[in-house]
């Protein structure tokens, strides 16, 4: 038996009502789609999402549910993604996965912080994220990154580095951008967002 089910909470950066789980974001739909990307500085005033074109469950992770959205729109702007990732911290129906509820919140914080201009990472464009905290309940939305097309590598599975023909470059590519996120921050590049989240 899982945590007892609530579909929706406020967020505590944004002050949204989001949904906790796949089909209460189906259910919210486009309206609740154009509230958060509004508020969350991605869509314009004038723009809004017109129809989620096709929703389909994301199988992999290890904790909260997820799910990839196609979405239309109507006056955005281009380069607005279509293909989204959304990740949410939840696992209402497995008390073992939603344990770590609370593991997001990190996500949801840096996900703020690569929006900034000199964030100094390419990282999947952030749409929406927001966390409650006295829940452990949040939602990440994210553009979807297009593993394995041109020059972005397929997706690896987790903790298998032994099967990689070089695994040392995967370890230097993680590095380097581990110093360019310090040597941003160090330089204050970063400040105030950084210290305020």
Same mark, same amino acid.
């Given at each position: 038996?899982?945590?007892?089910?609530?579909?929706?909470?406020?967020?505590?950066?944004?002050?949204?009502?989001?949904?906790?789980?796949?089909? #209460?974001? @189906?259910?919210?739909? =486009? $309206? %609740?789609?154009?509230?958060?990307? &509004? /508020?969350?500085?991605?869509?314009?005033?004038? +723009?809004?999402?017109?129809?989620?074109?096709?929703?389909?469950?994301?199988?992999?992770?290890?904790?909260?549910?997820?799910?990839?959205?196609?979405?239309?729109?109507?006056?955005?702007?281009?380069?607005?993604?279509?293909?989204?990732?959304?990740?949410?911290?939840?696992?209402?129906?497995?008390?073992?996965?939603?344990?770590?509820?609370?593991?997001?919140?990190?996500?949801?914080?840096? #996900?703020? @912080?690569?929006?900034? =201009? $000199? %964030?100094?990472?390419?990282?999947? &464009? /952030?749409?929406?994220?927001?966390?409650?905290? +006295?829940?452990?309940?949040?939602?990440?939305?994210?553009?979807?990154?297009?593993?394995?097309?041109?020059?972005?590598?397929?997706?690896?599975?987790?903790?298998?580095?032994?099967?990689?023909?070089?695994?040392?470059?995967?370890?230097?590519?993680?590095?380097?951008?581990?110093?360019?996120?310090?040597?941003?921050?160090?330089?204050?590049?970063?400040?105030?967002?950084?210290?305020?989240?």
């Amino acid at each position: 038996m899982g945590t007892a089910l609530r579909d929706h909470e406020t967020g505590a950066a944004t002050g949204i009502v989001f949904p906790t789980h796949p089909q #209460a974001l @189906l259910d919210a739909g =486009p $309206a %609740f789609l154009t509230r958060a990307f &509004r /508020a969350y500085g991605t869509l314009p005033a004038g +723009a809004q999402v017109r129809a989620i074109r096709d929703a389909a469950d994301c199988p992999a992770g290890n904790s909260g549910k997820k799910l990839f959205l196609t979405l239309d729109y109507a006056g955005a702007p281009p380069g607005t993604p279509h293909h989204l990732f959304v990740k949410f911290s939840r696992q209402f129906d497995d008390p073992f996965r939603d344990r770590r509820a609370r593991e997001l919140e990190g996500e949801v914080r840096l #996900a703020d @912080l690569s929006r900034a =201009p $000199a %964030f100094p990472v390419k990282v999947a &464009r /952030a749409m929406f994220a927001d966390c409650h905290h +006295a829940s452990g309940s949040g939602v990440l939305i994210t553009e979807r990154i297009g593993f394995g097309q041109g020059n972005v590598e397929p997706i690896r599975a987790k903790c298998r580095d032994h099967e990689l023909a070089d695994p040392a470059r995967y370890y230097r590519a993680t590095v380097r951008a581990l110093a360019r996120l310090a040597g941003a921050q160090k330089a204050g590049r970063l400040s105030p967002r950084l210290e305020q989240l």
